[in-house]
């Protein structure tokens, strides 16, 4: 059974730093690509980061220079370290991989004061 389990949300005013972490487990993590998505209210969900097995990392425009994704693969876990937080990253954040399927955790609630 697969299981994506997110924490280290929370709120900060602008300008702060925030690091999100999701702990896999059911699947070969080391191989699997894993993402972080946010939904904010009322919009859709969007890609925020990637990262490969192999470590290879992309961004959403939005974030490029203030996010940054990271893996453990001896701890199965995926990381999003943010900085710069504007208010407009306020969302709900959720890591997601496929694997066969794709799955999702529960999310996070990240949210930035003005």
């Known amino acids: 059974q697969v299981q994506l389990v997110e924490s280290g949300g929370g709120l900060v005013q602008a300008g702060g730093s925030l690091s999100l972490s999701c702990a896999a487990s059911?699947?070969?993590?080391?191989?699997?690509?894993m993402r972080w998505y946010r939904q904010a209210p009322g919009k859709q969900r969007e890609l925020v980061a990637a990262i490969t097995g192999a470590g290879s990392t992309n961004y959403a425009d939005s974030v490029k220079g203030r996010f940054k994704i990271s893996r453990d693969n001896a701890k199965n876990t995926v990381y999003l370290h943010m900085n710069s937080l504007k208010p407009e990253d306020t969302a709900v954040y959720y890591c997601?991989?496929?694997?066969?399927?794709?799955?999702w955790g529960q999310g996070t609630q990240v949210t930035v004061s003005s």
């Open positions: 059911g699947i070969i993590f080391s191989i699997e690509t």
């Open positions: 997601n991989t496929f694997s066969r399927a794709i799955y």
